[in-house]
């Protein structure tokens, strides 16, 4: 498994796993209006980082580095459980400077065990057009730690 930078000709195999995770994850929320291009739009001016291998994508995270903000982190369903989104996540909180911020959907049971589970903390509850989020944030390590970890 490698994980690089988004490139253009990600865009159509991002948009299709996204839609595709989307439903399988968030099942409790209507999807009938979701469509292939909300990839484009929900992860404008965003960093993305692209897990693949053998020319397949993984899963895939998206950040608003100027708020050191994580986005989206999905990983496909054939993929979980492997380690993918754990690499994914570190790649995204190697970009956070002090302290990394996410939101995580109330009722999306398995990400908030992920997060908790990476020493994420719940910071505050709010309310979006999705449900209930819990806020998020994790204070990095500086450069030299986060190496002992690997």
């Not at 993984?58 to 993929?79: K, T």
Request: glycine fraction near 4%; charge should be neutral.
């Amino acid at each position: 498994m490698k994980i690089r930078n988004f490139k253009a000709t990600d865009r159509q195999g991002l948009s299709e796993l996204f839609l595709q995770i989307r439903k399988e994850s968030w099942f409790w929320l209507d999807a009938s209006k979701w469509k292939l291009d909300d990839f484009s739009i929900y992860t404008q001016d965003e960093m993305i980082l692209v897990a693949e291998a053998d020319q397949k994508y993984m899963g895939f995270a998206s950040i608003y580095r100027q708020d050191h903000f994580l986005h989206h982190l999905f990983v496909a369903p054939e993929y979980q459980h492997q380690g993918i989104g754990s690499a994914l996540l570190h790649a995204a909180e190697a970009m956070f400077t002090d302290v990394g911020y996410l939101k995580c959907l109330v009722k999306n049971k398995q990400a908030l065990s992920f997060y908790i589970r990476h020493q994420w903390d719940i910071k505050s509850l709010g309310h979006s057009a999705e449900g209930d989020y819990f806020l998020m944030e994790k204070k990095i390590s500086p450069a030299k730690d986060n190496n002992d970890h690997r």
